[in-house]
């Protein structure tokens, strides 16, 4: 649920990476907060374990710029990736206007893809969302690895209905800004279809 | 049930600052947030303009989320109240309509009794508001249309051009 707000002409918008765990969620954010402006970019927050695995989400806001008089403002969101903390993937999901899936590309995680990307299904649906309909993309993370699955077998498994789509490395960056680009252009072609 | 996009014109953000600026005052707080359940920040006053208020919203919003899931294990709705108690500073927070959320800090010189008090009266008046803005909103999409209707691909191109 975007929010635009006519006071300070703002437009706010929510976007999550969704994705098994230790796809590489948080790794997204963490590249995107160390390669962006400081005055781009507010405080990276992370409510994660002693062990550094997300325990309930990563926040980053990001200010894109100003689109027809109005500051675009993107609040980036990752959910715990680990099965048992589905009750908090649900709370995140509210309100969300767009949504990357990091799926990992290594061989051995291919189900681990599969039954997080039922689990969003699912999820979204409870929230009255239908992954179809609202702007989505999907990242093939950690290309670089040598256990790493074709593409094609990974698109024919992950991707049926053809979303857009980027393969990555986010520890070194790589297709991790073309993947914010992607989602963000998403979700503001959705506010303008929503205008018409 | 999926929610609808907020839109929030000068005016109704007017009357919403206007009802916490008040509230400010009447219950000694130091700071006033309205908080969407989304984690979006609304409106704020008083006298914390130069905290981190995103952050702050987007920990709201999950705070009232997980406890909202905590209410539901246990066979409730959900906690319509929460306080926080610090050594010097205290952050009350209650839920106002269905998807906002007012945040009241403040310290020794006021009171939990005096803020839960005021809070009540605020929070009705802000659920009115947010009610009334919802159905503008739903009037106004399918009589004007909004205004980013006009948006073009190069408006969006730009805003990745760097």
């Known amino acids: 649920m975007s929010f635009i707000n006519y006071s300070s002409r703002e437009i706010n918008c929510k976007i999550v990476y969704y994705g098994p765990g230790l796809c590489g969620?948080?790794?997204?954010?963490?590249?995107?907060?160390?390669?962006?402006?400081?005055?781009?970019?507010?405080?990276?927050?992370?409510l994660a374990t002693e062990t550094e695995r997300t325990l309930f989400f990563d926040f980053l806001p990001l200010a894109l710029g100003e689109i027809r008089g109005f500051k675009t403002r993107f609040h980036l969101y990752t959910v715990?990736?680990?099965?048992?903390?589905?009750?908090?993937?649900?709370?995140?999901?509210?309100?969300?206007?767009?949504?990357?899936?990091v799926a990992d590309s290594q061989i051995e995680r291919m189900e681990a893809n599969l039954e997080s990307l039922d689990n969003l299904k699912v999820n979204l649906k409870e929230q009255g969302y239908d992954l179809d309909k609202i702007p989505y993309v999907i990242q093939y993370n950690k290309r670089d690895l040598p256990n790493a699955a074709p593409l094609e077998e990974m698109r024919k498994l992950c991707n049926p209905t053809g979303a857009p789509e980027f393969e990555a490395c986010a520890t070194t960056g790589e297709g991790v800004f073309e993947t914010?680009?992607?989602?963000?252009?998403?979700?503001?072609?959705?506010?303008?279809?929503?205008?018409? | 049930m999926m929610e609808s996009q907020l839109v929030m014109q000068q005016e109704d953000f007017d009357r919403v600052l206007a009802i916490i600026q008040k509230l400010v005052r009447d219950a000694n707080a130091k700071g006033i947030f309205v908080?969407?359940?989304?984690?979006?920040?609304?409106?704020?006053?008083?006298?914390?303009?130069?905290?981190?208020?995103?952050?702050?919203?987007?920990?709201?919003?999950?705070?009232?989320?997980?406890?909202?899931?905590?209410?539901?294990?246990?066979?409730?709705?959900?906690?319509?109240?929460?306080f926080h108690q610090g050594q010097s500073d205290n952050l009350h927070m209650t839920l106002v309509g269905d998807r906002m959320i007012l945040v009241v800090i403040f310290d020794e010189r006021s009171s939990l009794g005096l803020v839960r008090l005021r809070v009540k009266k605020a929070g009705n008046e802000l659920a009115k508001i947010f009610e009334e803005i919802r159905k503008k909103a739903e009037t106004e999409v399918q009589t004007q249309g909004s205004p980013f209707a006009e948006i073009t691909d190069d408006d969006i191109d730009n805003l990745f051009s760097d």
């Open chain 1, 25 to 46: 969620k948080t790794t997204n954010l963490q590249h995107i907060y160390l390669k962006t402006n400081p005055d781009v970019k507010g405080k990276m927050i992370s």
């Open chain 1, 180 to 196: 914010l680009k992607a989602v963000a252009k998403g979700v503001l072609a959705d506010l303008k279809k929503m205008g018409n």
């Open chain 2, 35 to 82: 908080v969407d359940k989304a984690g979006q920040l609304i409106a704020e006053a008083g006298e914390m303009l130069g905290i981190d208020s995103t952050s702050l919203a987007s920990l709201t919003a999950g705070c009232v989320a997980a406890t909202g899931g905590l209410a539901k294990i246990v066979g409730e709705e959900e906690f319509p109240i929460h």
């Open chain 1, 80 to 101: 715990p990736g680990q099965v048992f903390y589905d009750a908090s993937r649900k709370l995140i999901l509210k309100g969300v206007d767009g949504v990357v899936f």
